[in-house]
């Protein structure tokens, strides 16, 4: 017996109609976010602070922590930036898990360099953490002296800038946290054109949104906090116990009521080599990440609010209510979401960008098309995420199991 036997005529138009209109709101809502990132981002990406708030005799300390691990052609670019912060009272501390990391010649090196820098270096990390880069960084968190925690893995363009940004954010009331958009420096290849217009477009025309409408959305890349808050919701080792340990202890913050505010500044990865493949696996492991987390949003809502899904769905609704000529209106759809990314990147930029507008599109297209077979490619093992030398297993809720040879071990 077909599905569609299952039910009489009236059942499927009741069906199809709230399929129709599941759509259309889907098309506005989205349309909405991309409104307001648009508008607001212009409001909000490189507006300075007012420096006069920390320029007192208490100015607030800033304790800077450092996760590293090995080294790269552009490591000595980033981690240099966070030297010459012209900040009166911040202390560096750079961590790597063993004696052996590539990473630890270089921060002597820095040392040498600027010995009037308060650096201090961290080597081994805490036992019982499952997440790698908190068990890396557990030590230099314990040791941070000051109420302020940056916890950076970003080059930091503008240093003087985005700290005086950070702090000032961070003393307005009831501000607990304040962080700042994932983007990406400037760099050769198309696999780099892929991440800014990745970063830049799909990524801020949801995450611009959400902050300035005051949603709890939050990445860990580069974030400032208020030591004292964060203690008092068991402190940043015991969220070591998930592999996404911003996305609960952002949550946690934001659920005690306290504010969660966006830098005007975008954190700068270096993406020193890279690979359409090595993006997509990075996007896969992310998406299996918010699948544990939020199965709904994640499984639903992000995949069908994305280009291609959205523009098939809602052109498909339009015939069916309107009579819409679904491919003219698809066509459209996929043309000034392709622009509208484009002029959302150019102001995460701030500045010309160093590809062409066609290499921009072919990355534009091909990001879409890989969002549908990330998203598929996520679903075929869920629960298994792969990173660094260990693999681990997530259950709903992020629980997290690391998986070895002879079987599980939970911490």
């Given at each position: 017996?077909?599905?569609?036997?299952?039910?009489?005529?009236?059942?499927?138009?009741?069906?199809?109609?709230f399929?129709?209109?599941?759509?259309?709101?889907?098309?506005?809502?989205?349309?909405f976010?991309i409104?307001?990132?648009?508008?607001?981002?212009?409001?909000?990406?490189f507006?300075k602070e007012?420096?006069?708030?920390?320029?007192?005799?208490?100015?607030?300390?800033?304790?800077?922590?450092?996760?590293?691990?090995?080294i790269?052609?552009?490591?000595?670019?980033n981690?240099?930036?966070?030297?010459t912060?012209n900040?009166?009272?911040?202390?560096?501390?750079?961590?790597?898990?063993?004696?052996?990391?590539?990473?630890?010649?270089?921060?002597?090196?820095?040392?040498?360099?600027?010995?009037?820098?308060?650096?201090?270096?961290?080597?081994?990390?805490?036992?019982?953490i499952?997440?790698?880069?908190?068990?890396?960084?557990?030590?230099?968190?314990?040791?941070?002296?000051?109420?302020?925690?940056?916890?950076?893995?970003?080059?930091?363009?503008?240093?003087?800038d985005?700290?005086?940004?950070?702090?000032?954010?961070?003393q307005?009331?009831?501000?607990?946290?304040?962080?700042?958009?994932?983007?990406?420096t400037?760099?050769?290849?198309?696999a780099?054109?892929?991440?800014?217009?990745?970063?830049?477009?799909?990524?801020?025309?949801?995450?611009?949104?959400?902050?300035?409408?005051g949603?709890?959305?939050?990445?860990?890349m580069?974030?400032?906090?208020?030591?004292?808050?964060?203690?008092?919701?068991?402190?940043?080792n015991?969220?070591?116990?998930?592999?996404a340990?911003?996305?609960?202890?952002?949550?946690?913050?934001?659920e005690?009521?306290?504010?969660l505010v966006?830098s005007?500044?975008?954190?700068?990865?270096?993406?020193a080599?890279t690979?359409?493949s090595?993006?997509?696996?990075?996007?896969?492991r992310?998406?299996?990440?918010?699948l544990?987390?939020m199965?709904?949003?994640?499984?639903?809502?992000?995949?069908?609010?994305?280009?291609?899904?959205?523009?098939?769905?809602?052109?498909?609704?339009?015939?069916?209510?309107?009579?819409?000529?679904?491919?003219?209106?698809?066509?459209?759809?996929?043309?000034?979401?392709?622009?509208?990314d484009?002029?959302?990147l150019?102001?995460?930029?701030?500045?010309?960008?160093?590809f062409?507008?066609?290499?921009y599109s072919v990355?534009?297209?091909?990001?879409?098309i890989?969002?549908?077979?990330?998203?598929?490619?996520?679903?075929?093992?869920p629960?298994?995420?792969?990173?660094?030398?260990?693999t681990?297993?997530?259950?709903?809720?992020?629980?997290?199991?690391i998986?070895?040879d002879?079987?599980?071990?939970?911490?």
């Amino acid at each position: 017996m077909s599905l569609y036997s299952m039910f009489d005529e009236q059942t499927w138009s009741y069906v199809v109609f709230f399929l129709g209109v599941i759509a259309l709101v889907l098309y506005a809502m989205s349309t909405f976010f991309i409104i307001i990132s648009q508008i607001g981002g212009r409001f909000v990406l490189f507006k300075k602070e007012d420096s006069a708030l920390i320029l007192s005799d208490n100015v607030p300390g800033v304790s800077i922590i450092k996760p590293l691990m090995g080294i790269d052609p552009l490591l000595e670019i980033n981690l240099e930036s966070h030297f010459t912060i012209n900040y009166p009272k911040y202390e560096l501390l750079c961590c790597v898990q063993d004696d052996q990391d590539a990473a630890i010649n270089l921060v002597n090196k820095m040392m040498e360099r600027y010995p009037k820098v308060d650096c201090k270096l961290f080597i081994g990390g805490k036992d019982g953490i499952i997440n790698p880069m908190v068990h890396n960084m557990a030590p230099a968190y314990d040791k941070a002296q000051y109420e302020y925690v940056w916890i950076s893995t970003s080059r930091i363009k503008g240093s003087t800038d985005i700290i005086v940004d950070m702090v000032c954010k961070l003393q307005k009331p009831n501000v607990a946290l304040c962080h700042q958009m994932p983007f990406t420096t400037d760099q050769k290849g198309f696999a780099q054109s892929l991440e800014k217009t990745y970063f830049g477009g799909a990524f801020a025309r949801y995450y611009l949104a959400f902050n300035i409408l005051g949603l709890c959305c939050c990445t860990g890349m580069s974030y400032m906090f208020k030591k004292s808050l964060l203690d008092d919701l068991n402190g940043l080792n015991w969220y070591g116990k998930y592999l996404a340990e911003d996305f609960y202890l952002t949550h946690a913050l934001h659920e005690k009521g306290h504010r969660l505010v966006l830098s005007a500044y975008p954190a700068q990865q270096n993406l020193a080599s890279t690979a359409v493949s090595g993006y997509k696996d990075r996007m896969v492991r992310w998406l299996r990440l918010r699948l544990n987390m939020m199965p709904l949003v994640s499984g639903f809502l992000e995949p069908m609010t994305e280009c291609i899904p959205l523009g098939l769905f809602a052109a498909w609704s339009l015939h069916h209510f309107l009579g819409i000529n679904p491919y003219i209106f698809f066509g459209g759809h996929v043309v000034s979401w392709l622009l509208s990314d484009y002029i959302l990147l150019r102001l995460c930029q701030n500045g010309e960008l160093q590809f062409s507008k066609l290499q921009y599109s072919v990355a534009w297209i091909l990001r879409e098309i890989l969002a549908v077979v990330v998203f598929f490619e996520a679903l075929l093992s869920p629960r298994t995420i792969k990173w660094g030398k260990r693999t681990y297993k997530l259950s709903l809720g992020g629980h997290t199991e690391i998986l070895t040879d002879k079987g599980k071990v939970k911490l």
